[in-house]
């Protein structure tokens, strides 16, 4: 009977790998931790309204372990990161519990549309989460349509195809320098210009730190803590490295920001946030192209960035304060832009969830479930509309497909709302009665959560 389902399930993977239509275009699929364009918008159709963990369920599955990362999509497959086996319990403060030691490995799993398990690959040992909402599986995948590229609180960055191989595989601490950052690490990778890119940004390390050089290469040096890197998505071939370093209060240098890659000025431009500071960085060398200060002038300590910055239409939207400001910043031009950058900036912000921008309208929610309506350009509210009131918190970013926002919030409820250019309607407010952190993924009319313990996936009968 085992051989049997072995051979079963081999001949489902021969025709769902087959079957993915890798030529799909990039917007009907979810290729990346903030969607298609990094915005947190999802292509148009109609999309499931109410439902719970039990109604207008298609599918769901059992995941092996823990993980916070948001789901990847493309063609008919589905791209998990999650622990395999288990992890140790997150401890907020104080050093690790001798018997606190994780036994799982750092996990990639495929699915197909349908919740068939594909595959699964193990990657080596898990670093496990140290926040309640953490993991050692926070970072999302991404995906081309030919590869799929993971990262982990290990340090671990992998890059595999479509049928399971292992294309190449490698560690940033080890061969850049340790991970200081203080909570776990949260920034997804980004794959473009043929490259998978990272942002690494922490705390300088301490005196006598130091990085081994047993495998160095050129750009392989000690002494740098904050960088940016590209590696071949073909070989892993290192492409380039280049350090983003400013000096900071303590911990305000720590982000768990991710990166967006926009078309500027002619040319792809990695926009990175954290430290301060806002950055344009050229696809191609890595080399910075101009930067943005100023978001700090006291320079209040413990100002880490958690929130990415969205950008669209020329206009960056930056979260900073740890939820006290947003700004929107004009990007582009040369050197440091920041005398004339600032196009608007609001006493009220958000500290975990990131923005989202469609049809010319920023759509920011905050951690205790407010939600502002802005005009990009100019940053005058539209609207704002407040989410049930409730000690738990709102650390998933928001979705919007058409016209209908999703906002999961950490207890596993799930509120739907109808925006329009007059407000927000409340549609549902579902209980998937599990922990939620992960974006809620809207995909072809059906929408996938993730969840704590099981991947749903939530169509209309």
Known sequence: MALLNRQIALSVLAISVACVP???????????????????????????????????????????????????VWGELIFVTCAIGDSPEPQDFGPPKPNNVSTAQDGLL?????????????????????????????????????????????????????HGKELWKTNLPKRFGKDTLWW???TSPLIAGGCAIVAVQQSPY?????????????????????????????????????????????????SYSTPQVVRSGGKDVIVTWGADHL??????????????????????????????????DGIAVVPYGRGKFCAGIKIGGAGDITKNAVSWEKEFGTDVPTAII????????????????????????????????????????????????????????VFVGQVSDSGYKELAANDMGERIIAIPVPIRGKLLLRGDEHLFCIADP
């Not at 769901?60 to 372990?65: F, K, M, S, T």
């Not at 509210?381 to 950490?410: I, T, V």
Request: glycine share 14%; proline share 5%.
């Open 22 to 72: 890798c030529t799909s275009p990039a917007g009907e699929n979810w290729p990346q931790w903030r969607g298609p364009l990094g915005t947190g918008v999802g292509a148009a159709g109609q999309y499931p309204v109410e439902f719970s963990k039990t109604e207008g369920v298609a599918w769901r599955v059992a995941l092996p372990g823990k993980g916070s990362s948001t789901p990847a």
């Open 110 to 162: 495929c699915y197909d549309l349908q919740g068939n398990e594909l595959w699964r690959r193990e990657l080596g040992p898990e670093r496990g989460g140290k926040h309640r909402n953490g993991s050692g599986c926070n970072p999302s995948p991404a995906t081309d349509g030919k590869h799929v590229v993971v990262y982990y609180k290990s340090g671990t960055l992998a890059c595999f195809d479509f």
């Open 184 to 186: 776990d690490l949260g």
């Open 206 to 254: 301490g005196q006598g730190e130091h990085v081994d050089q047993a495998a160095a290469n050129g750009n392989e040096t000690t002494g740098s803590s904050s960088y940016l890197v590209a590696f071949d998505l073909d070989t892993g071939k290192l492409r380039w490295r280049q350090l983003r370093e400013y000096t900071c209060t303590e911990e305000t240098d720590q």
């Open 279 to 312: 950055t344009g960085h050229d696809l191609d060398t890595g080399k910075p192209l101009w930067e943005c200060g100023g978001f700090n002038p006291r320079n209040d300590r413990n100002w880490r960035t958690i929130a990415s910055a969205t950008v669209a």
């Open 358 to 413: 469609h049809g010319g309208k920023v759509y920011l929610l905050e951690d205790t479930g407010k939600i502002h309506c802005l005009d990009l350009q100019s940053g005058n509210e539209l609207w704002s509309a407040n989410l049930p009131r409730n000690r738990n918190k709102y650390y998933s970013s928001p979705s919007l497909a058409e016209n209908q926002l999703y906002c999961a919030r950490e207890d596993g409820m």
